[in-house]
């Protein structure tokens, strides 16, 4: 009896155990998979530059851009043509040869002032610079901050899965090509480049802390998150919405409908773009979700 009564204490003390031990649960991920009737589909929230320590990217991504058919990104920028990037990055973001235009001509009198004091804080020559459109200096400078914070272009999620379906012979698919976005990318009136370089210039001891609040938020899955973090500048100057509708809202629309003509396929995709593509009233999940259902996934 003492033998038998000592065996139900220790079942007990095991049950016990077991339902007070912490449960680890399965965390979201950015990734959303989509039902289709015919193969499989996955959409990927990526981050352009990330730091070595973000990685190995969970396992369910990189499995699934293995498995897939093709993987669908913005610009597929490893078939890039040397030749044609420079053609379009000089016909897009420098002012033209025999132009009496430069940057500081084009710059507003405040602006000029920031950017000057951003140079003599970074001990920069304004030669660097001084060939550049606005909206390119703009970019310029974010990039070069967030990269002297250790964030690497080269680890960028979009890049990384390219270059891992390109070594397995997964095709890849564009849903823009690169003149289109340095199209987008330079449309914006003198007024608006100057406003939005203004806003960086402004902010510029708080871009990483804007970065890393969209990575945390990536981290997560929290795909409303992720979108609330990119408005921080139109927030401050609501006269960018246009710019943010133009690069983001319009964008989406037209992703979505090159997506929708993919998802009809029976081929099994793996589809990747920006982080700030997914959140919102008009973000891709929404677009998407009104003919598919979208699940996410945990790792």
Known sequence: MKKTRSKSVLATLFLLLIWTAPVAHAAPIPMWELEKPQGSAWILGSIHAMKSDMYPLPGVVTDKVLAVDSLVVEVNVLELEAENYQRVVQETAFYQPGSDKTLLKDLESQVAQLFENYLIRKQIPIQVFEQMKPWFVNITIGMGEIMAKGYDPGLGVDLTLMKMARASGVAIVELESFGQQM????????????????????????????????VEAWKKGDVEGMYKAGLNEM?????????????????????AEKIETLLVTGDDLMIVVGALHLGGEQGLLRLLGQKYK???LAN
């Open 235 to 255: 927030e401050k100057y609501p006269a960018l919405k246009d710019q943010f509708d133009r690069l983001i809202i319009r964008r989406n629309q037209a992703m």
């Open 183 to 214: 199209e987008l990318l330079s449309a914006d009136s003198l007024a608006i480049q100057n406003l939005s370089l203004k806003y960086t210039l402004e902010n510029i001891d708080s871009i990483e802390k804007d970065l890393t609040e969209l």
């Open 294 to 296: 979208i699940t996410q």
